[in-house]
């Protein structure tokens, strides 16, 4: 039987950086990872975005993640010596003569610290793009390469066997004080599930509000569109070089569609077809299910009972951005070294297990 410190269920982005960090302070851990090409991290346009969403607000606690998430990425990009973040201006364009007077007057207040360099109704000319009413360029975000990054780390950890491309199977694992067990030849002090939107059916979790979220997104290839930085007009346009661009995203909540569609194709492209007048020709499409949360806060911490059991997950449309320094956190409180920000501690949902237990359930 082989002892580890850390068991860690899933090798997505969560899983990912968690080992990364746990391992980088001499832990052994072992992750066992189904391989699954539309997870949502390998489907992911892999992007961070300081200021976003329709509201266009500067990202909760953008000035730490950030940095924290780039130097990891630098790191990583060292260790391997290969490419993986592209640190790119993101040029949000306007879409209405009302959203621009809006947000216009409210940068006189500078409510995006100096994260947005330019706003203004006229912008530079850029090949390809239909600049029309101006908008803002957004600095200190970026692209991530995230597929290519977990297939660099899935490569190393299946050579260097900490990482096994196997299905973790719930019947297999006992918990003791103190020590998982799971099945014949795994023991640890400790195993941590980063299973995505599978956690719904982990039956230590399942009583927390993770709602998947269907997306999908487009790769398509339009000579001529300046790959300077990434596009924005209800949706994004990312550089991929040469030409190729991923475009996305779509967000559609249960039923899901099984599979890729024809309404997210057209949606992309009409959007798209918004932001450049030059004509393009879609190459591929991808669909995954986003890990997200009632709260829009990512799920952290240990299962209120079973103290040897924990989970990393709810990083719903953002883990480029949040899941480096909130590994960092994390692995600090399974030391015992620090406090998991309140925000993220699944303690906020303790209530729904106590509902939960009360009703006859969860049984485990
Ligand atoms: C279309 C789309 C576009 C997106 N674009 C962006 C973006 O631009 N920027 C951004 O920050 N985020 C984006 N996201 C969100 C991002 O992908 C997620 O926040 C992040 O990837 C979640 O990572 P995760 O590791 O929690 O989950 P996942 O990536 O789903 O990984 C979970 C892993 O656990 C494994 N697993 C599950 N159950 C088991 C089991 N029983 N045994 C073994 N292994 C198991 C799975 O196989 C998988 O490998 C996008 C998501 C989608 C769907």
Redesign the pocket.
């Known amino acids: 039987m082989t002892t580890w410190d850390y068991l860690i269920?899933?090798?997505?982005?969560?899983?990912a950086t968690l080992s990364v960090e746990l391992r980088r302070r001499g832990y052994r851990v072992l992750v066992?990872?189904?391989?699954?090409p539309d997870?949502?991290?390998?489907?992911?346009?892999?992007?961070?975005n300081p200021v976003a969403g329709k509201r266009f607000a500067l990202a909760w606690r953008a000035a730490d993640l950030l940095p924290a998430a780039l130097a990891y990425y630098r790191e990583l990009e060292q260790h391997f010596g290969a490419t993986f973040l592209w640190e790119l201006p993101i040029l949000k364009l306007f879409s209405s003569v009302e959203e621009q007077n809006t947000l216009l007057a409210r940068s006189a207040d500078h409510p995006w610290q100096n994260f947005v360099e330019e706003i203004s109704g006229t912008l530079p000319e850029k090949p390809g793009v239909n600049t029309g009413l101006g908008g803002a360029r957004i600095r200190g975000g970026g692209y991530v390469a995230?597929r290519e990054l977990l297939a660099a780390l899935t490569r190393e950890g299946l050579a260097e066997g900490w990482l096994r491309s196997?299905?973790?199977d719930p019947q297999q694992l006992v918990v003791h004080a103190a020590e998982v067990r799971y099945g014949e030849a795994v023991r640890a002090r400790h195993v941590v599930f980063?299973?995505?939107?599978?956690a719904t059916q982990n039956a230590y979790f399942s009583w927390l509000p993770l709602t998947p979220n269907?997306?999908?997104?487009l790769d398509v290839q339009c000579d001529g569109l300046s790959e300077a930085q990434v596009l924005n007009k209800g949706a994004?346009v990312v550089p991929l070089g040469e030409g190729c661009f991923r475009v996305?995203?779509t967000y559609r909540w249960p039923p899901f569609a099984a599979g890729l569609t024809e309404e997210a194709r057209t949606e992309l492209s009409q959007r798209l077809a918004a932001m450049t007048s030059l004509p393009f020709r879609v190459t591929g499409q991808?669909?995954?299910?986003?890990?997200a949360v009632r709260d829009r806060k990512p799920l952290i911490g240990w299962h209120p009972e079973t103290p040897e059991v924990s989970i990393f997950?709810g990083?719903?449309?953002?883990?480029?951005?949040l899941?480096p320094r909130l590994a960092v956190l994390f692995a600090d409180a399974l030391e015992g070294r620090g406090e998991l920000w309140p925000e993220v501690n699944i303690l906020r949902y303790y209530p729904l297990y106590q509902a939960a237990r009360s009703a006859g359930g969860p049984s485990l």
């Open positions: 269920v899933g090798h997505g982005l969560a899983g066992l990872d189904r391989p699954q997870s949502a991290s390998n489907v992911a346009a892999g992007l961070m995230v196997e299905t973790f980063c299973e995505g939107a599978a269907q997306g999908e997104v994004y996305g995203a991808r669909a995954g299910v986003r890990p997950n990083f719903g449309s953002k883990g480029v951005m899941a």
